[in-house]
């Protein structure tokens, strides 16, 4: 199955907060210019952030929903620091916190 591409990877899923993580925050991002250069930018960014365990390029509203695992506030400013506030492309996050992780996982249903 790996042969043919149906399984991608082979991972051991971590609980974050046993290792100093314990802060998950789903971020909706807007952009401003939804070019093929800009776009494919800001996903290199977002790739190359060790912060964000997932990135999906979406329709409706936004542009990009990230999974933010950090380990306090601080870590997650840094980060916003970091990535969004320099890109003149980012017209806008908006941040939501989990008070809970009630089900996570990469599990496909077949």
Request: with cysteine.
């Amino acid at each position: 199955m790996e042969s043919n591409g149906i399984i991608s990877a082979q991972t051991a899923q971590i609980n974050p907060k046993a290792v100093g993580l314990p802060l998950t925050i789903v971020v909706e991002v807007e952009l401003r210019a939804e070019t093929a250069g800009r776009i494919d930018e800001v996903k290199r960014s977002f790739q190359e952030a060790p912060e964000i365990q997932q990135c999906y390029y979406v329709t409706g509203e936004v542009d990009f929903i990230l999974i933010v695992i950090v380990g306090d506030m601080s870590e997650y400013e840094d980060m916003t620091q970091r990535l969004f506030f320099p890109n003149d492309n980012i017209r806008k996050f908006r941040t939501l916190v989990a008070m809970n992780r009630t089900k996570t996982g990469m599990r496909v249903n077949i």
